[in-house]
């Protein structure tokens, strides 16, 4: 009995592998509390309805999603994909928000022959020098961004632009993309404290001097108050302001019409005019009762683009360099519209000039007024030695 | 400075001073009184600013929403005082910390549940969203003189309780000699549940009368507890007046600082200024205990 017993756990045991080879495991890092968990949570909720919308199976593969928490933290965040891939032998791990916990996690992934996928960061070491056929962004390389928005305000004719940022990695690269781009004379450069509640004292410097326009980067609740605050001191209607990555869905409702008229340049908005867009924020309206953010939009198409790419496979995840082959290469339809993998595995796409208005529901969108550049690529793809072997 | 860049500036420092001294003012009584470090201070303003923004949704009133917010973040107090902290009274600080550093995690936790991650809108009544012309060349956001006039007037009523009421007697006296006054019969148990009430009311005040002009969002609390906490280190623990007089110091030069020194040296005025009197009065400006 108890012989029999054990043999049948012997096979159960050697019948496991062979389940394996026939599901996919996905592992997902996010900053799911602390203060960019909401961020994190927007990443997630796009992802699982991107999985949702292939049927709950990726490539046709029962799907496994292997959800962790880095607190924002790159410990953390470098710990939990340690984990995912050696621990709990996942084959892909995407989800990080954060740029310094991508930087310190990525390596930990790519060291066991896993696959990242990023849906968000997109720091400029991973798409220069320190670019890896292993590793992808769906999203963006952070610089593209603010270089659209410089290309914007030459066509303006802008001549004098004050700048204002917060005092952190991402917001030193947001003004030097701008900077790349743009022709005219940056009047002040003021980089804010991070997380900083009262900008009086900034707004009244900003008064005080004579400028074209006014250029900002203030993500989160850093955008609610600063906006708000140049409502209020009576500025916004004086001096036209342009901003990226500060007026998403994660944070209109709480600036409220106080940003209106705000204008931004990104590659997707929740109005963008495509039907498979139109499906995605339909569905994720009915399912999560808020209007998506671009990182749920980048959720969504990440997922997508993994089932696309096990699908040119044949429904089949063989080895990390095949799967890696294919993510590069397959035809993906994205809800942005245009999109295809440069050399250096980030994305070649469009971008656009967005309005902050209210929809014919009274809330507040981001609707689509033109498009800045078509097929724009990222400055540091030329740095990247995958260049040669793959172009 | 031009003169108009000299009064904005002075307005904003003197509305956020009012405004650190809401918070502070709660903190420092239970710190003085009952030796209770509350690092979950922080979490009173977040609820009211939460609680103002959704009351202002379904009443629509701002002063009816003010009111009943801080009335609620004070009962919320109320019961947090009795059911969570009070057998924390006799244990060592860092029994303290760790437990209020769980209720900020508890609190910012339930926000998100309950009202969403992300944060709320706050539309003000017509003539508060409106800016008023003061001097020549200057108009000043309606909204943040209304916040320095309520700072004000809380404040002076608070001095009047606290110098010339029983109620208030108690509580000076619970700050300076808590032992004390136990000895004479006065039950300290009863006044500091009290005072613990008034502070998170006071810091559920300044919530909702911050939430105009800040981000109403999950952890709103712990960016303003650290300024809260230099107030108090400041002023000297315990002491009400201290807090005031050190609030309108960090208030103005907070402002000023980021206004006239280089960027870098602007961000760390208030700690230089908070190095400097721990250097030099360690008890700082206005010490309660004897």
Known sequence: ?391 | MIASLFVEQMLNGLQLGVMLFLIAAGFTLVFGIMNLVNLAHGSFYMIGAYMFATILQQVGAFWVSIVLAALVTGFVGAVLERLALKPFYRRPYLDQVLATLGLILFFNELTRIIWGPQPLNVTLPGALNSSVPIIVGLSYPMIRLVILAVGVLVALALYLIISRTRAGMLVRAGASNRVFIGALGINVNRVFSWAFSVGAALAGLAGALASPILAVEAGMGESVLIFALIVVVIGGIGSFRGAFVAAILVGLIDTFGRLMFPPLLGDISVYLLMAAILAWRPQGLFPAHG
């Not at chain 1, 924002?72 to 710990?79: E, H, I, L, N, R």
């Not at chain 1, 066509?155 to 003004?175: E, Q, R, S, T, W």
């Not at chain 1, 529901?361 to 030329?382: C, E, F, M, W």
């Open chain 1, 1 to 391: 009995m108890l012989k029999s017993l054990g043999a049948a756990i012997l096979g159960l045991a050697l019948a496991q592998p062979m389940a394996q080879a026939q599901e996919i495991k996905v592992g997902f890092i996010a900053s799911l509390s602390g203060s960019q968990a909401t961020l994190g949570r927007d990443l997630l909720d796009g992802f699982q309805l991107g999985v949702e919308s292939v049927g709950g199976k990726l490539g046709g593969l029962p799907t496994e999603v292997l959800v962790r928490d880095d607190q924002g933290k790159p410990d953390a965040g470098a710990q939990a994909a340690q984990k995912l891939v050696e621990r709990d032998r996942v084959s892909i791990v995407t989800g990080i928000n954060l740029s310094n916990v991508l930087l310190a996690a990525v390596p930990r992934v790519l060291d066991a022959d896993g696959i990242y996928l990023s849906i968000n960061a997109g720091p400029s070491e991973l798409a220069g020098k320190g670019c890896n056929s292993h590793f992808f962004s769906v999203a963006h390389q952070n610089d593209t961004v603010p270089e659209t928005m410089g290309i914007h305000l030459n066509d303006l004719g802008i001549k004098n632009l004050y700048v204002m940022a917060p005092n952190f990695a991402a917001g030193k690269d947001m003004i030097a993309g701008l900077k790349r781009t743009f022709k005219g004379n940056i009047v002040a450069e003021i980089y804010t404290q991070f997380g900083q509640l009262d900008y009086s004292a900034e707004l009244a410097k900003l008064r005080s001097v004579e400028t074209d326009a006014l250029f900002v980067f203030y993500p989160g609740g850093m955008g609610v108050n600063f906006f708000k605050q140049l409502d209020q001191a009576g500025l916004k209607g004086k001096i036209p302001v342009y901003t990226v990555f500060s007026t998403d869905q994660d944070t209109l409702p709480g600036i409220g019409d106080a940003a209106l008229g705000l204008e931004s340049t990104a590659y997707w908005s929740e109005n963008l005019d495509n039907p498979l867009n139109k499906q995605f924020v339909q569905d994720f309206e009915k399912t999560y009762k808020r209007i998506p953010s671009p990182r749920a939009a980048m959720g969504y198409d990440g997922a997508r683009l993994i089932d696309a790419a096990l699908k040119q496979n044949g429904g089949q995840f063989k080895s990390a360099d095949e799967f890696a082959k294919a993510l590069h290469s397959v035809d993906f339809k994205s809800i942005r519209g245009n999109f295809k993998f440069d050399s250096n595995n980030f994305p070649i796409q469009d971008y656009y000039l967005l309005k902050v208005e209210k929809d014919d529901q009274g809330r507040l969108v981001n609707k689509v007024i033109k498009t800045i550049a078509t097929d724009y690529a990222d400055s540091y793809v030329g740095q990247c030695k995958l260049s040669k072997a793959k172009s």
